[in-house]
């Protein structure tokens, strides 16, 4: 045990090689174009809805389906129900997650000019700080959409929490909900990450092990 913790500092001091600097540069990319795609999208269907209505969250936005007139029919349904309409003003973090996530691909090149696992480390470990208090976020105002019910409401009925991924069953509603481009791109940036972590380290721990073939002395 003792031994592992004595090598980390050697283990984030090794050189990222070439292909793995490739890989930065790529998850780069990938964060920069995952701010114009969508992240995720909500789908509601109903016997009324056939064709569903939808709700695409950018990074920066909230986009409705049917060219913006799904959001207005959800909010009349909110209404019905006593939640509060979905309004782009409520989502504060839509104004900075763009900045957040160019930074990031700036930390990504950054970690690729360096080239050394410790950089690349750093910026995956916050990355995924980032990305663990984005869902949270996400859940965290999905809950309170559906708790905090208007009781006066035309319809009466019971506080829920809309599914995060799946689908679910809400009154005569179905929803579903899943990641969209945006969001596989940003994993695909954790993927190239990590892949140029891994291959730092063997790189590393491969040089060590013809340095010491090297140094055995030959056998008459």
Not at 129 to 148: I, K, P, V
Request: hydrophobic residues 45%.
């Amino acid at each position: 045990m003792l031994n592992i913790i004595d090598r980390i500092p050697d283990l984030l001091d090794r050189r990222v090689p070439g292909r793995g600097r490739l890989l930065l540069v790529a998850g780069a990319v990938m964060l920069a174009v995952s701010i114009f795609l969508p992240l995720w999208q909500i789908h509601l269907v109903a016997p009324q809805y056939q064709e569903g209505l939808d709700l695409y969250i950018h990074s920066h936005k909230l986009e409705a389906g049917n060219e913006g007139q799904d959001l207005k029919e959800i909010n009349n349904l909110n209404h019905y129900i006593g939640m509060a309409p979905i309004e782009e003003e409520d989502f504060a973090e839509m104004t900075f997650i763009p900045f957040l996530l160019g930074g990031f691909a700036l930390l990504a090149l950054r970690a690729a000019l360096f080239g050394t696992v410790k950089s690349v480390i750093d910026t995956l470990v916050l990355f995924v700080y980032f990305g663990a208090f984005s869902m949270w976020r996400f859940y965290y105002q999905l809950y309170t959409y559906a708790h905090n019910l208007n009781p006066r409401a035309p319809m009466d009925i019971e506080p829920f929490t809309p599914i995060l991924l799946g689908w679910k069953q809400i009154a005569n509603f179905t929803q579903y909900s899943y990641p969209r481009e945006g969001s596989a791109l940003l994993l695909g940036a954790v993927v190239c990450f990590g892949g140029a972590i891994w291959m730092g380290v063997r790189t590393g721990a491969n040089a060590e092990e013809t340095d010491e073939s090297e140094s055995e002395p030959a056998v008459a």
